[in-house]
């Protein structure tokens, strides 16, 4: 009898701890359980990649009439108006900007988008109550323009930007367009400034489309009034070259991201909340923020980077890792090229899948962590070389190895970008 | 052997859920405690209130310069730049706007605040770069002017949301002040345009602090230029009157805020994310997003406000219940007053306790759930009469009652704003 009902009460117990941490307990038991067994699937298990977000979305009913790069007006600066281009070697991140912007208004009570124009760079002239001011309606891409060593001029991917700027417009109550004629009209802007576009391959032209609601009231509501409107700014590599590799600051007290919220999409909110903590990663010695979730402290991503580990699995295989799309990561361009990259590849796994601090310090202690680094648009890969966590330094010897991955993948990325790899992510412009 | 083995797994498991489950599962296990003993300690017992934030803050070492009411220069509008005054009862919220606006700039390279000035409304002129336009580096607060029956011109408690505006500058790398010093060039703004402040008592002026930063750089970094603004609209009620009792959609895929988050702190991308919900609430018949939070579901605000509870305990006496500050709740000024005043009033308990939406269901059923009501600035209070909550329809009986709290609230609160009745919170201007 005793023992029927222990053995009940075991059965409940598991149940009740089931329904009480749902989400929080599963995942965890999942992260704990690829930690003891180490035993992942085989490439051939992987099934093939969808894209990480529709890549064409349905326009809601409401938005009107839609832009046409076919309407686009240019009025080209005057010589008076255009700005001295900077030394290649003095480019820092976003601090020049080229001569003429793309800009496209919104207003529901005309109809929808107006026609978009091409315009000297100059400021933005916005009512004091314009929604972007208080309640942070506003949404951004990043791109770049790459001069080839053939002289052309090539995006990367822009579809998939255009893609993910949609999605993001959407979820932010803001007109969503037609992708292809936003690339089209930016394309004709690059190729009007674009002596801007730096002639070496150590640089490139950042391209900042951004969607801002300008309504000027003062009701938490969705916008009736946007704009939409794209810069320009050479740019120089986003860490300082020669430069070691990253130290992190990882901190289970501040969180990116959480279920039910926006961190998938790329929207101001998820950045101005950052700023205080990343001063509190470079007061601690650290470059960048380690952004960690939940009890069992599980990666979510670096700075403002998609975060991938390769490690040594126990039978000597290698395995590359990155956090699953699950609401709390962006979906990465650079994210998902490399995992597309490593999939062709063939020559270890790669898969999308939790991985918690305590894994780290595991494969750390172990001597199985091979590479960490972070990705994307604005830095392309970054090796990460330090983790401060909870009163433990944690080294990681990306830049350790003779040929690492980080490396490979960098080199790949940039010569499709600079167009010594003929590929059919480069988009040519003009 | 075998009862002794059971009984270590018990053990085990117990032990087992807490770390698992740690935060989470706590909580729950409190809640779930309130909701079984529905034993809560006497008035006596409830410590002495603290303010919900530090009333000053120690400027950080490089803010700089502070800014003085005293240089505060003004420009009045030319007869031409005045804008026609609204009928009070076209008045929408946030739709008007007065004649003239207060503007601080911050530079620290000017060694930080610059002279005060109250100009003609007018536009603000900004770099596309602006880091408001691309990482939400916004804060702003909601004040109001109150013309009494005396004629005179009223704020409330204004001191507090200059406190709570300085805790979130500092949390959003933007430059903190002086307090006093706003308020007092805020009341010269009023003075200024006090033909704005409608002369009735079913509205008022509503005032809104903005900090922006404005450094025109594309890193994601703390902005070494701000600005602070004020700009006045005079404004109905924030709900029709006559209307109904608030309708809610509690939807717990939604999460407004989330632990080591601004949740408590009054920034622009605490109300962007939640555009697409309110659309959402709006469509399934609601007038109001219940935000819930984690998986027992516990209540945490509704719409833009605070949240409250009544309700009759098993031993038939009355008790108020609010959410904790403990990082989720923005720390309301209104919710402030309210608790204190019933403190005061010493009828019935009043507790700031975490509350779920499986307790408001089971004090439903059994008949002892009196009153909900929403809290702020905007809408004072406002009544809940259903929610919408996982296919049940939840009737809240707030309206239903002789004399309901929620009225007697709103009505001494007025009381104080409008002059009737002689209140420290009240404070006269001019």
């Known amino acids: 009898q005793l023992v029927r009902y222990a053995f009940q009460r075991i059965r409940q117990q598991q149940q009740q701890q089931v329904r009480l941490c749902s989400g929080h307990g599963i995942q965890q038991q999942t992260a704990l359980r690829v930690e003891e067994e180490d035993s992942f699937p085989k490439l051939a298990d992987v099934p093939p990649m969808a894209a990480p977000f529709p890549m064409k979305l349905e326009h809601a009913s409401d938005v009107g009439e839609q832009f046409k790069y076919a309407d686009l007006s240019v009025r080209l600066a005057a010589p008076h108006q255009l700005n ?6 003095d480019l820092a991140f976003g601090k020049y900007f080229t001569d003429h912007m793309l800009r496209v208004s919104y207003h529901r009570r005309l109809g929808g988008w107006q ?6 760079m100059e400021n933005l002239n916005l009512h004091p109550a314009a929604k972007v001011f208080h309640y942070a309606i506003e949404l951004f891409e990043g791109m770049k323009a790459y001069r080839g060593f053939d002289g052309k001029i090539r995006f990367f991917r822009p579809e998939m930007n255009m893609a993910r700027m949609n999605v993001t417009a959407y979820r932010s109550g803001l007109p969503t367009f037609d992708s292809e004629e936003l690339i089209k009209a ?4 690059v190729t009007i400034d674009s002596e801007w576009v730096p002639h070496t391959e150590s640089a490139s032209l950042y391209i900042r489309p951004t969607l801002i609601g300008i309504e000027p009231t003062l009701g938490v509501a969705s916008s009736d009034s946007a704009l939409l409107y794209t810069i320009l700014s050479p740019v120089g590599p986003y860490f300082k070259p020669g430069a070691s590799g990253l130290k992190l600051y990882a901190d289970p007290k501040y969180t990116r991201a959480w279920p039910g919220g926006v961190g998938d999409r790329k929207v101001g909110s998820n950045y101005g909340p950052t700023i205080h903590v990343q001063k509190e990663a470079l007061r601690n010695g650290c470059h960048q923020v380690l952004w960690l979730y939940g009890d069992d402290h599980q990666l979510t991503e670096v700075g403002v980077m998609n975060v991938f580990i390769l490690y040594m699995k126990k039978n000597g295989e290698r395995e590359l890792l990155t956090p699953p799309l699950n609401g709390l990561i962006l979906p990465g361009i650079t994210r998902d090229s490399i995992i597309r990259l490593c999939h062709q590849w063939g020559e270890f796994s790669v898969r999308e899948e939790k991985f918690t601090m305590s894994m780290v310090q595991k494969l750390s202690k172990e001597g199985r962590l091979l590479e960490m680094f972070g990705a994307g648009t604005a830095a392309v890969i ?3 070389e330090r983790i401060a966590y909870m009163g433990d330094e944690i ?3 990306t830049e350790s190895h003779d040929s690492p ?11 499709i970008q600079y167009g010594k790899l003929e590929h059919p992510w480069a988009y040519v412009i003009d």
């Open 84 to 89: 001295p281009k900077p030394d290649v070697d």
């Open 115 to 120: 026609k978009p124009e091409i315009t000297p």
């Open 186 to 189: 930016m394309a004709r802007l």
């Open 382 to 384: 970054s090796p990460i």
């Open 395 to 397: 080294f990681v010897p």
């Open 405 to 415: 991955l980080y490396r490979r993948l960098y080199n790949t990325l940039t010569d």
